[in-house]
């Protein structure tokens, strides 16, 4: 998983993935049936792991608006990486675009899965009164999902930290 979301597919090499896992090329082959399903259980773990680390986040924030500031914040972590890596799911969605019949449902679904959990915070942060209903959570979700996409891609154009920081703000000043 981490070679593909720091190379993606293509740039990811047989011999990568012999040497990153330590299997044999027939071993490989065996658990996986090629490279493409081998790419394909780790961006599923990739989404599954995050969506379900996103969840359990949200419900020990003290705040859901809290959570999401966390969420965005949380792109300086990759920032500060010597080769910032972005998000897994926006590297594989512009490498594929929906040119891969097999890998495009796999987009949607990390896609939904993420987004869900914006939802469920903005359905909360409504109902607590730290947000205005003048948003439906959903249209909300989709903001903040490509506000991280956003984010996420500066990070591997190195925009500057400040800079980053400025729009940050500005995505949270804008969910009041």
């Keep these: 998983m981490q070679l593909f979301w720091s190379q993606g597919y293509e740039a990811t090499s047989l011999q990568d993935l012999v040497m990153a896992t330590g299997l044999s090329k027939s071993s490989l082959y065996e658990s996986f049936g090629n490279k493409q399903s081998l790419f394909e259980a780790a961006f599923t773990r990739y989404f599954d792991t995050r969506a379900k680390h996103m969840r359990e986040r949200l419900e020990q924030a003290e705040s859901p608006l809290g959570f999401i500031r966390g969420c965005l914040l949380s792109v300086l972590d990759d920032a500060q990486r010597d080769t910032p890596r972005g998000c ?89």
């Design 88 to 176: 897994m799911l926006v590297n594989v969605a512009n490498e594929f675009s929906t040119a891969d019949p097999a890998v495009q449902p796999l987009i949607e679904l990390a896609t939904r899965r993420f987004r869900q959990v914006f939802e469920r915070a903005f359905e909360q942060a409504q109902a607590r009164g730290e947000l205005s209903d003048r948003q439906s959570p959903a249209a909300l979700a989709l903001y903040m999902h490509c506000a991280m996409s956003g984010l996420r891609t500066q990070t591997k154009s190195a925009i500057a930290q400040k800079d980053l920081l400025t729009v940050i703000e500005l995505v949270m000043a804008n969910l009041r």
